[in-house]
């Protein structure tokens, strides 16, 4: 059985730094991509970034150049792992952070299209 599991969430104050970790577990053979998303409260979930297993990272086109300046992924391939780091957080970065893997190959043979992880909470105030 796979398991996409986040964690790091918490509370921190506006202008502060988090990091997020993903960890993708079980019997993996392969998984084609990690990527990040959020929630903020009464809106719908969004993607912020991913990164393929050659380690290519594709930011949403439509997010805000804000965010994309102050969030960055890197991630570990050998450890189905990636992070996310949100630098200078702002209040309006109160979201439920999650992660999900694209097309997981077991070693079984098992093919997963999506794994969406439980998800982080991130709340962002003094």
């Known amino acids: 059985q796979v398991q996409v599991v986040e964690s790091g969430g918490g509370l921190v104050q506006p202008g502060g730094s988090l990091r997020l970790s993903c960890v993708a577990s079980?019997?993996?053979?392969?998984?084609?991509?990690l990527a990040w998303y959020r929630q903020a409260p009464g809106k719908s979930r969004g993607l912020i970034v991913g990164?393929?297993?050659?380690?290519?990272?594709?930011?949403?086109?439509s997010i805000d150049p804000s965010v994309k300046a102050r969030f960055t992924i890197t991630g570990d391939n050998d450890k189905n792992t990636v992070f996310l780091e949100l630098n200078d957080v702002k209040p309006e970065d109160t979201a439920v952070y999650y992660c999900?893997?694209?097309?997981?190959?077991?070693?079984?043979?098992?093919?997963?299209?999506?794994?969406w992880g439980q998800g982080t909470l991130v709340t962002v105030s003094s």
């Open positions: 999900m893997a694209v097309r997981v190959v077991t070693r079984d043979g098992a093919d997963y299209p999506q794994l």
């Open positions: 079980g019997n993996i053979h392969s998984i084609e991509s």
């Open positions: 990164r393929t297993n050659g380690g290519t990272i594709v930011y949403n086109p």
